[in-house]
């Protein structure tokens, strides 16, 4: 029995450890995910016209960061213009961005949709970011988001 206690004590220990954005200063020509070759990448201030007329786009986009998951760097927020953004997911969870992204300029290879969000997801990244319990009570309804799911991000700027 104590041998279990303690082994869930190191797992839990390791656990939280991991739990955190990856450390360093998100320097230009730095990549996270997948390299990739691009030119003429996509504004990502583009995707709401873009998106009118189509399911998805995929492709290389590029855009300013304004938030990081700071519980594990594994989502962003991208401006699309002052009252809109992106949110960024990293494909197949198999990346993460450290924090000093944020306000860096990057490009991303991704896939692009406009996709609606459950409250239950709402409220989980709102978690995630650190909300207020009553800004977290405050989501009742779902929401149409422009979503980006990357498979790799290079700092351009």
Known sequence: MKKLIL???????????????????????????????????????????????????????????LEVCP??????????DDNKTA?????DYAFFVPTAAIGKRIVLNADAKL??????ELKHYAEDAKKSQAEIDAITEPESQYNLYASGIIVVE
């Open 71 to 80: 519980k594990k760097g594994c989502w962003l927020k991208l401006r699309i």
């Open 7 to 65: 082994l869930s004590a190191v797992l839990f220990s390791c656990t939280t450890l991991m739990a955190q954005p990856p450390k360093g200063n998100a320097n230009k020509g730095d990549v996270y995910g997948e390299k990739f070759n691009y030119t003429n990448p996509i504004e990502v201030s583009t995707l709401p016209e873009k998106l009118a007329t189509t399911d998805s786009i995929k492709g290389t986009f590029v855009a300013t960061v």
């Open 87 to 91: 949110f960024v997911k990293m494909k």
């Open 115 to 120: 996709k609606v969000i459950s409250v239950k």
